[in-house]
Structure formats: C-alpha cells, structure tokens
C-alpha cells in the first residue's frame, strides 16, 4: 500500500517538478539570450525598459528641484545686486549734485572777483546766512561785520547788480536792506551814463520783488529791456552799478513822467554769496564853497 501511495504521489507531483525544471531552464536562457545585432543581455534590456518611465519621473523632479535651488540662489543674488546697483546710482546722484552745487558757487565767486575788477574798489565776500520772515526777503543778514572793515550805508552786490545797502553791523555780521524794500531808494538812469538824459531814482515797491523808477520825463525815450545803472548821486552806491532791466513802461508826455518797473538784476530770492564794496562816498563840499560870490565868514 505505501509503495502504490508513494508511486501515486510521484505521478501527482512530476508536472510540478516538470514545469520548475522547464521555468528554470527558461530563466537560465534569458539570461544568457543576446540581441543579434548588439550582443547585449536581452535580460538587462527588458528590465531597462521596465525601469525607464521611473528613472524618468526620477530624473525629471530631480532637476526640477535643481532648477527651483538654482532659480532660488539666481534670485537672490539679482536682489543683492540690484540694491548695490540702487546704492551706487544713488551715491552717483548725489555727488553730480555735490558737483553742479560747487560749480555754482565757483560761478558766483568769479563774478565777485570779475566785480572787483569792473568797479575798481575794495571788497568783502560774505555768505547768506538769515532772511526775514517777508516773501521777497527785504532784508538778510551776511556773515561779516565791522571785524572785516564793514560800516554802515556801504553797497551789497553781486555779479548780476545791486543788492542793497548794510543798515546795521555787529563786529561778525551785518544786516542788509534789500532793494527791493519800500524804503529802499537808489539815483538811476537809463542806459550809460553820458549818453543818455533818462534820470530818475529807483525805490523798492516791497511787494512783487520789482522795483519802480520815479522822474524819469516822459520826454525821454524808454523802452522795454532797457538796462538801469546807478549815477552816484545818493551818496550810498557808486556810479555805474547795474540795477537791473526795464520790464514794463507806460510812457509819459511832456508834462507828466514814464512809470517804470524795473527786474533786479541781482536775484534777491537765490542770494547765496554777496560781496559788501568797501565804498565810501566823496564828500561834498560844504553850500557857502558852492555858492559864487559869496564871502566866506570868518570866524
């Protein structure tokens, strides 16, 4: 009985053992299979192949995670180098600025030196330092006093023309009365002197930062554009000063004057440097040696 049990279990499991010997001989052959034309292991190409769509999944978030660190460090860097492009632009400006703002003031202090030249006399330089509280400043206050050889009445100009004229000093500043003041008050005439007979005087109208020319006979020809220089009669500027240029005229007769309006040619509202002329009018001679025929008492 165990003998007939034994056989019938050997026929029962011969197909299995058939079918692994068969896989077997079958696995050994794909192992060792090569393509024809290649010679690789057609083994190592299947499973290649298996394994290529996660290679490439693999591969691609990769060098997406590659790309997003190196758009991120890129980023990074673009924004540090921009704010230090910003930072130069902006060091950049300011000295252009530093620049124009010194050429300026060379300008300004050449027309100081060109006045010294033009007018003959002595002067002091002196900066802007205080303005009053008015809206065309009718009186400033220059960093120079009588230590610097200042005195009172004596003329503020700059390259463009008159300024005014100093109306108190301390030993280290001064205070100038602007032009353009309502008691501000300047002999004038139109055009040169010598050739032309258009005299008057020139006071401030304190309000539009103009300045009217008063006497002037209508007689006289006047137009706009003209140029206004001081004569020396009012004992405070010397003659020859440039006032400024005439902007509006309306023309008198023989019996009545021009109404002149007058643009400083100095600018009032920009004074930065200014340069007090160390004048001192001539004396005039005392009435009794003007007179003639008059005899002189003795005392």
Do not use: C
């Amino acid at each position: 009985m165990a003998a007939n049990r034994t056989q019938r279990e050997i026929r029962q499991r011969a197909p299995i053992w058939l079918g692994i010997l068969l896989l077997t001989n079958l696995v050994i052959m794909a192992v060792d299979a090569r393509d024809s034309v290649t010679r690789q292991h057609l083994i190592r190409v299947w499973v290649q192949a298996l394994a290529s769509p996660a290679q490439s999944i693999s591969s691609g978030a990769s060098g997406a995670g590659t790309n997003l660190v190196s758009q991120i460090v890129n980023f990074r860097q673009s924004a540090v180098e921009n704010d230090r492009l910003k930072q130069e632009l902006s060091q950049a400006k300011l000295e252009l600025q530093n620049a124009h703002q010194t050429w300026e003031e060379n300008q300004r202090l050449k027309g100081l030196l060109n006045l010294k030249e033009q007018t003959g006399y002595d002067q002091v330089a002196a900066r802007v330092i205080a303005r009053d509280s008015s809206v065309w400043f009718n009186t400033v206050t220059v960093n120079r006093g009588s230590s610097s050889g200042i005195a009172l009445n004596m003329p503020v100009v700059t390259g463009g023309g008159i300024v005014g004229r100093v109306i108190a000093v301390s030993p280290w500043t001064a205070q100038v009365m602007m032009i353009t003041d309502e008691k501000a008050a300047a002999g004038a005439i139109v055009g040169q002197l010598g050739g032309s007979g258009a005299l008057g005087s020139v006071r401030g109208l304190g309000e539009n930062g103009l300045i009217e020319m008063r006497y002037v006979s209508g007689l006289e020809k006047v137009e706009v554009g003209d140029y206004i220089l001081t004569t020396g009669q009012d004992g405070i500027y010397p003659a020859g000063l440039s006032v400024g240029e005439v902007v509006q005229v309306k023309h008198g007769t023989a019996t009545q004057p021009h109404q002149i309006l007058i643009k400083p040619g100095a600018k009032l509202d920009q004074l930065e440097e200014v340069a007090v002329l160390l004048y001192h009018p001539p004396q005039r001679p005392a009435p009794e040696q003007t007179l003639p025929n008059v005899d002189k008492v003795k005392k």
